[in-house]
């Protein structure tokens, strides 16, 4: 296994050179909030999988939902004309959940990339149904993260992602994340910050010209890029300006939806009610690949008025509303719903938030903690004072450290990047401070 870990898989997200002398982990088992490598090692999960797996790893209902829904039926499309009972009970079940936030259809697909690349066809779609076929660039955030597809990759706000694809898709804006430790207007203050990207969208808007942008694309809180919590009035204010211009928002809750963040969506969270939301990741607690990209009255009542060729949607999946996935779903949200996990993630992190200022009271090397729930973000740095990034190798020792600690970290740049199950206790909260404080100390 460790040898062909390097020589025959083709790993995302890494470089292949490098792989030979730095193998990815190989995980064999996994229980509650710990899993168990290769080695026989058992390690506090603090990515969570990848940020999805909420309920841990031994969720029972979950995985008899699946084995239930194996033996009556595998699969069946949910392609044109026909449909299965988990599929609508799922969709009854996510319009439910997210009726605050105004949703009333879901679209399945098969995860989060799928699920973007879906709601920017659709927003596309939609001007050309409303007669207005020139609406059609994105906004979006820089440092964002949005997926792999090309559409996804497109709204990326991070360079790092779009670079090696180019040619992207044209006509795709980016304007400064909120973000209060580095930003290009160095304005610490998170409110007064909030004002200044607001002014830079609509200043974007202005110059584009509103009639050409089909939507605004952004998570609630910035995972991948590095966990960016804007302050709470700059959503709400970023629905006053797409509302002023007719613009659609696009809530990316891959992340923030199902209780991450301490609500039940990072929009609701703020009060936000988006025209389309994309969900992935916790759907199912990773338990079965599953995404949906869930559709506003606004966009449904359109869609549904329509009767012109350009109201159909020449769009879909061959997993769009896998029976098993939608079980998994049926299950996880049960679940979630049943053990109050937003409640949780909203106790449990402030436990989080209190120990992080600790560690970067008594730790240089750490230059700003972010945190919003249970996701959380420590960026390193090499100078306090200039804010220099810390680079690959001194990363690598905090995460080996802390793994050998018992806390499995995920290095993203510069960042260790926190988002542990929402089933955590007390004392697991404890134990993955620990952990991360002995990497911090190796550092
Ligand atoms: N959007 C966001 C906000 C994400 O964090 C991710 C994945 N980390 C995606 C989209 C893409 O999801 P997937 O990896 O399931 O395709």
Not at 194 to 206: G, N, S
């Amino acid at each position: 296994l460790v040898e062909n870990n390097a020589r025959r898989i083709w790993h995302p997200m890494a470089h292949p050179a490098e792989l030979h002398d730095d193998p990815p982990r190989v995980v064999m088992k996994g229980e509650g909030a710990y899993v168990t490598d290769l080695e026989g090692r058992t390690v506090l999960d603090a990515v969570g999988g990848l940020w999805n797996v909420n309920l841990g790893y031994s969720c029972d209902p979950i995985k008899k939902a699946i084995a239930d829904q194996l033996d009556a039926l595998p699969y069946y499309s949910g392609f044109r004309g026909t449909s299965t009972g988990p599929s609508i009970e799922l969709a009854w079940e996510l319009t439910e959940w997210f009726s605050h936030e105004g949703m009333v259809r879901a679209f399945f697909t098969s995860g989060g990339s799928d699920s973007v690349e879906t709601a920017l066809r659709l927003a596309r779609q939609y001007w050309k149904i409303r007669g207005q076929a020139d609406r059609t660039k994105f906004l979006a955030l820089k440092k964002g993260y949005h997926g792999t597809h090309f559409g996804g990759a497109s709204v990326n706000g991070n360079a790092n992602f779009r670079r090696n694809y180019e040619p992207l898709l044209p006509g795709v804006f980016h304007i400064p994340a909120p973000n209060a430790y580095r930003n290009p207007f160095d304005e610490p203050d998170p409110e007064r910050l909030a004002t200044l990207c607001v002014k830079a969208l609509e200043d974007e808007i202005t110059f584009q010209g509103a009639d050409t942008i089909a939507a605004f694309i952004m998570e609630p809180v910035l995972g991948a890029g590095g966990v960016i919590v804007p302050h709470e009035s700059f959503m709400p204010r970023v629905r006053e300006i797409c509302d002023r211009h007719e613009i659609l928002l696009i809530a990316d809750e891959v992340v923030t939806g199902f209780g991450r963040t301490g609500s039940w969506s990072g929009s609701r969270g703020v009060g936000v009610r988006p025209d389309m939301m994309t969900i992935a990741k916790a759907i199912t607690s990773g338990y079965f690949p599953l995404g949906a990209t869930m559709i506003g009255e606004r966009m449904a009542e359109a869609f549904e008025a329509d009767r012109t060729s350009f109201g159909a949607i020449g769009h879909g999946y061959t997993y769009s509303g896998h029976p098993v996935g939608c079980a998994a779903g049926i299950a996880a949200l049960a679940e979630t719903k049943r053990l109050r996990l937003d409640e949780n993630a909203s106790a449990r992190g402030r436990e989080l938030a209190s120990l992080l200022e600790d560690l970067k009271a008594r730790h240089d090397v750490v230059g700003d903690v972010r945190y919003k729930g249970l996701m959380a973000a420590v960026e390193l740095v090499s100078d306090r004072t200039t804010k220099k990034a810390a680079d690959k190798a001194l990363m690598k020792v905090v995460a080996d450290a802390a793994y050998d600690a018992g806390v499995m970290l995920r290095v993203s740049g510069s960042n260790i990047i926190l988002s542990p199950p929402l089933i955590l206790t007390t004392e697991q909260v404890r134990e993955l401070a620990d952990g991360l404080g002995a990497g911090l100390a190796a550092a």
